[in-house]
């Protein structure tokens, strides 16, 4: 389940062995004020009837840093990391909850080994576990957007050497770098869907990116942006791991489409590209169509928390 400012993205998932079978799949419009009223509803019905709930922070709600992992015990990890980054957090140490996830692959690499730190305010965290919890949802755990991208990319045949996944977002991207359901890399893109969408499709003809006449400006920066990035970061994967390089990029669907943008990136980046397949992933009748896809990609992700994730 993902809960913004917009709505309710419900996605509930149900295992026959470790096959997923997506059993339900809804975006609910609701406002901040709403809401309540709006979850208690979608709880209440017979498809999550029983079934644990998962949750996903938005990004701006939380804190995620790459570290060098402190030289001490496992079970001194969390309490050492945190009087590590306790001086670059913008709130204090002491209001945050904090996790910790572990990259491997590192030491064979002659460099002192990395950690992914994640912090965020107590008093939001509370507010996501009051909310949920008070609309009868059996909380397990409060999750974040990597973290769920990940459960999705894990499922993709091409994770068991690698894989890139791009989803996009109005506003913003997110990258994730995995490989045997392991994350090794997440990045957040200050480039959204709105960017790459023509005038044509903003008014609701539905083109998406055509760059048959050429792109704009600021389409085009856009665009290179992408590039750069994801360029960057399979770079970066494979000079600081010592795993062979990540030759695919998964591109999750958006609620408007954009059919160019699969070839440009074939064109500038040297990795098959290919579009999310919800049904590669899971089995689901129906099958929710693209714009629902993407309006609860964060929700089904974090449903896939499930055996062996």
């Given amino acids: 389940m993902h809960l913004s400012d917009q709505g309710i993205a419900v996605a509930a998932v149900r295992y026959q062995g470790e096959q997923p079978v997506l059993v339900a799949c809804e975006f609910v419009t609701a406002s901040p004020a709403e809401r309540p009223r709006a979850l208690a509803k979608v709880l209440d019905g017979e498809a999550l009837n029983g079934m644990r709930v998962s949750t996903v922070l938005n990004h701006g709600e939380f804190d995620l840093q790459m570290i060098e992992a402190p030289e001490v015990a496992e079970d001194e990890l969390q309490a050492a990391v945190r009087w590590r980054i306790k001086d670059r957090l913008e709130f204090d140490i002491n209001e945050a909850v904090l996790d910790v996830f572990t990259i491997p692959g590192q030491q064979e690499r002659g460099r002192r080994p990395m950690v992914y730190v994640v912090a965020a305010r107590q008093e939001r965290v509370k507010q996501y576990i009051d909310e949920l919890e008070g609309a009868g949802a059996d909380l397990c755990c409060v999750d974040i957007p990597e973290l769920a991208q990940r459960n ?12 890139a996944m791009l989803s996009l977002g109005p506003d913003s991207g997110l990258l ?134």
């Fill in 176 to 309: 994730t770098l995995t490989r045997e359901g392991t994350i090794y890399l997440a990045r957040e893109l200050d480039v959204g869907y709105r960017m790459l969408e023509s005038s044509a499709a903003a008014a609701g003809s539905g083109d998406g990116l055509q760059l048959e006449a050429g792109s704009s400006p600021d389409q085009q920066r856009a665009l290179d942006t992408i590039v750069l990035e994801v360029q960057r970061s399979l770079d970066y994967f494979e000079s600081h791991f010592g795993l062979p390089p990540i030759s695919h990029l998964a591109l999750a669907p958006t609620p408007a489409p954009l059919p160019d943008l699969l070839e440009y990136l074939g064109s500038n980046l040297g990795v098959s590209i290919k579009p999310l397949e919800l049904g590669e992933l899971l089995e689901a009748e129906p099958l929710p169509d693209r714009s629902l896809q993407a309006e609860t990609l964060l929700a089904i992700g974090a449903a896939l928390r499930g055996p062996g994730i």
């Fill in 152 to 163: 999705l990319a894990v499922r993709l045949p091409e994770d068991a050497r690698g894989v």
